[in-house]
């Protein structure tokens, strides 16, 4: 078998469904084959090096986008069949579909001011991998995500300022329900085969 004719998306999921198999259904997680993959999606170029030096011109960012001349950050989760169910809003058995997929986004570099404010001079994108396939992207506001981040930041030097105890400014979290934050995103990707599934439907249409 010619490895170098399959795309990063053919062998990552080859490597989940093995580790599937062998018991281990998060072989694939927190890896950084999926910015390539998201790349290929969106027409940008991936950057080579996992994180940008700070200082660069790249840094708080995972790729560029050629058509805009901006970087683009991105974010990316791995579901499984019980999240499957709500992304597509499967139907249950009284003919009610799940309730909306919530997206997140974690940013581990968001723990100073400086840090978010370079957050803030990129676009960002959300990936969500099913079986280690791209099922969909969303491009979040930057506004959004800066202010979120910002707000977050805030809550918790307050609430180390006034209890005196040891909190992490770390691993910051920016949540975008498709349903009700449907103004801070728009669909960038998405995989028409995985929504028509097991009866499922594309909350964006």
């Not at 799940?98 to 986004?105: L, N, P, R, S």
Request: hydrophobic share 35%; with cysteine; glycine share 8%.
């Amino acid at each position: 078998m010619d490895l170098s004719k399959l795309t990063y998306e053919e062998l990552a999921h080859a490597l989940y469904m093995k580790g599937k198999a062998d018991g281990y259904p998060k072989v694939t997680d927190k890896t950084k084959w999926r910015e390539p993959v998201m790349a290929e999606k969106l027409g940008h170029v991936a950057h080579e090096k996992i994180s940008a030096g700070k200082g660069s011109d790249a840094y708080g960012s995972d790729a560029y986008d050629p058509r805009t001349g901006r970087m683009a950050e991105y974010k990316s989760s791995a579901i499984d069949d019980s999240k499957a169910r709500n992304l597509r809003q499967e139907l249950k058995r009284d003919g009610s579909r799940f309730a909306i997929y919530k997206a997140a986004g974690v940013y581990n570099g968001a723990y100073t001011h400086e840090a978010i404010d370079a957050y803030a001079g990129v676009d960002h994108y959300f990936g969500v991998f099913f079986e280690e396939v791209c099922v969909l992207i969303i491009k979040v506001d930057t506004e959004f995500v800066a202010n979120t981040l910002r707000n977050i930041l805030n809550e918790k030097e307050e609430l180390r300022r006034t209890t005196g105890r040891k909190i992490t400014t770390n691993c910051n979290t920016v949540n975008v329900h498709l349903t009700n934050d449907a103004e801070h995103y728009e669909i960038a990707y998405y995989n028409a085969e995985f929504f028509a599934a097991n009866n499922g439907i594309f909350f964006g249409e």
